[in-house]
Each structure stands twice: as C-alpha cells, then as structure tokens.
C-alpha cells in the first residue's frame, strides 16, 4: 500500500516485491521493470502495462467528475537471451522462433508435452526446458 521510486534504477540488479524478482532493462519500446518468471542462459520476462487515466471534468449531461485511475492493460511477454535486449513473444511460435538455436528439441518438446497455447505456465515450461538443454 506503498508507493516507492529509485532514482537510478540501474544501479540495481534486481527487486524483489512480495517474493517475485523485477529486474530493470532497456527495450524496443523504452525502459522499464520486467518480473523474471524463468531464469537461466535464457530468461522469461513479464512486462506489466498499466495506464493512467487523469480526472475528467464534469460531463454536460451527467454533471459529475470522473475520478482519476489506473487502468490494467494486456501483459507481454519477453525473452532474453544472455545479457542482449528482450525480444517480445506473443506465443508458442515466437518464444520458439526467438530460441531459435534449439528449434528442433523446443518443437518435438512443445508436441510431446502438448504445449500449443502460449500461456504464461507453458512458456515458462519451455524456457525452463530451453535452459536445461
């Protein structure tokens, strides 16, 4: 129930927030916090988008001001490989394409297993499976 700001984000590695790791890293649309949801020679990246949305005056008909908020927008998902910039994936096909060194095993692992949906559970298989490698 805290707001909190870092005046030089890089300077740190990593935050931990209720358990979960953020790290802080530069990517195509800017720069921002990441939650690390697989770690390893390749990580998986969670990139939560929310918006503000200011108060809004008094509307003619209504008559009443609509209150300043936050507003939950779709997460995205990114892969980072060693220590280059996140690559953003959208699903299964993607995080595959942007593993793309071990296409093959990534692909008969994502059958086997039956992993087609790119959910964050089964992204997360496969980047762990992708590391184990």
């Keep these: 129930d ?3 700001a870092i005046g030089n984000p890089l300077s740190l590695k990593m935050v931990i927030l209720e358990g979960a790791p ?3 890293l ?3 649309n800017g720069r921002g916090y990441f939650e690390v949801l697989a770690s390893g020679k390749s990580s998986l990246l969670l990139k939560r988008s929310v918006e ?3 108060e ?3 509307k003619p008909i209504e008559g009443t001001i609509t209150p300043a908020r936050f ?3 779709q997460d995205s998902y990114y892969v980072v490989k060693g220590i ?3 690559v953003h994936v959208s699903n299964m096909k993607s995080l ?3 593993l793309e060194d071990k296409k093959q095993e990534l692909e008969k692992y994502t059958e086997t297993e039956k992993l087609k949906r790119g959910s964050k559970e089964n992204m997360i298989k496969v980047v762990e499976y992708y590391n184990s490698l």
């Design 84 to 86: 280059s910039e996140p």
């Design 96 to 98: 595959i394409h942007a």
């Design 2 to 4: 805290q707001t909190f």
């Design 56 to 58: 809004e005056g008094p």
């Design 26 to 28: 530069m990517y195509d």
């Design 71 to 73: 507003i939950r927008n």
């Design 52 to 54: 503000f949305k200011p």
């Design 22 to 24: 953020f790290v802080y």
